[in-house]
T-cell receptor
Framework: KNQVEQSPQSLIILEGKNCTLQ??????????LRWYKQDTGRGPVSLTI?????NTKSNGRYTATLDADTKQSSLHITASQLSDSASYIC????????????FGKGNQVVVIP | DGGITQSPKYLFRKEGQNVTLSCEQN?????MYWYRQDPGQGLRLIYY???????QKGDIAEGYSVSREKKESFPLTVTSAQKNPTAFYLC????????????FGEGSRLTVL
């Protein structure tokens, strides 16, 4: 069964600091990996999507990396803000399309002043 | 205003009652999805529809039903057969293409009393 594992499950960081979230997957054959941000009680919002040939992609203060050989991805948050407090979800797709996406459980980030 | 509209945002139900969650989109995309989100778990696929008048069961379809009579609408009915219906329900719409962006609605929280 395709799996996506995220770590750490949760973390608390001081406003202004950086943090890195990890995503390991076993999905095969791999197509693409997405990171979503989900505020409490809201729907997820896309941050980045990366295909096999891409190893880094940025969206403002969010930078995602992908190592398709080791099946690992990371999401780096730079100069965190209080609004970064959310769950960050890693989603991996195989080549057969979006009907069977594999979702991680999320990294819960709390930014404190 | 473009996007995905889910309603109601909050819903309370007595045991034994069926409830229907609405999902409407004006993004003009064909593929629509229903996911269930429980605390500490990844999103799980309930049903999906790739085109009007067609839909397929996902991983946890038991106790749920859907219809797709119009391109814009994909309502989900939570029946009394669903043993543990209290959850956060998310509707999503996929843009075309193999790496088509997946857009989520704001979610509906169902609580069974």
């Amino acid at each position: 069964k395709n799996q996506v594992e995220q770590s750490p499950q949760s973390l608390i960081i001081l406003e202004g600091k950086n943090c890195t979230l990890q995503c390991n997957y076993t999905v095969s054959p791999f197509s693409n990996l997405r990171w979503y941000k989900q505020d409490t009680g809201r729907g997820p919002v896309s941050l980045t999507i990366m295909t096999f040939s891409e190893n880094t992609k940025s969206n403002g203060r969010y930078t995602a990396t992908l190592d398709a050989d080791t099946k690992q991805s990371s999401l780096h948050i730079t100069a965190s803000q209080l609004s970064d407090s959310a769950s960050y979800i890693c989603v991996v797709s195989d080549v057969y399309g979006n009907n069977r996406l594999a979702f991680g459980k999320g990294n819960q980030v709390v930014v404190i002043p | 205003d473009g996007g995905i509209t889910q309603s109601p945002k909050y819903l309370f139900r007595k045991e034994g009652q069926n409830v229907t969650l609405s999902c409407e989109q004006n993004l003009n995309h064909d593929a629509m999805y229903w996911y269930r989100q429980d605390p500490g778990q990844g999103l799980r696929l309930i049903y999906y529809s790739q085109i009007v008048n067609d839909f397929q069961k996902g991983d946890i379809a038991e106790g749920y039903s859907v219809s797709r009579e119009k391109k814009e609408s994909f309502p989900l009915t939570v029946t009394s057969a669903q043993k543990n219906p209290t959850a956060f329900y998310l509707c999503a719409v996929r843009a075309g293409g193999h790496t088509g962006e997946l857009f989520f609605g704001e979610g509906s929280r169902l609580t069974v009393l």
